[in-house]
């Protein structure tokens, strides 16, 4: 499955590992930047390389704020 803007995925390691998160950018075939409302704001999103991330067959097709991204996401982590 192909990752665009406004999919919907799960961090496979680091840190963050087992949480959903939203592509905000797409920069390159190897890098996204991608927010999750609450840690990661949309003002301030994570880089990331795609092979460390699981794409849910799901996007987000408006966020506009930190509250609806995190509370569309809540269904899809895989920890808390």
């Known amino acids: 499955?192909?990752?665009?803007?406004?999919?919907?995925?799960?961090?496979?390691?680091?840190?963050?590992k087992g949480k959903a998160f939203a592509v905000t950018q797409v920069i390159d075939s190897r890098t996204v930047l991608i927010a999750d409302g609450k840690r990661r704001p949309l003002e301030r999103p994570k880089r990331k390389?795609?092979?460390?991330?699981?794409?849910?067959?799901a996007s987000v097709d408006c966020f506009t704020t930190n509250r609806q991204l995190r509370n569309f996401l809540k269904?899809?982590?895989?920890?808390?």
Do not use: P, W, Y
């Not at 499955?1 to 963050?16: F, L, N, Q, Y």
């Not at 269904?75 to 808390?80: G, I, R, V």
């Open 1 to 16: 499955m192909d990752i665009t803007k406004g999919s919907v995925v799960i961090a496979k390691a680091g840190r963050d």
């Open 49 to 57: 390389n795609v092979i460390h991330l699981q794409v849910v067959n």
């Open 75 to 80: 269904d899809f982590a895989l920890e808390a």
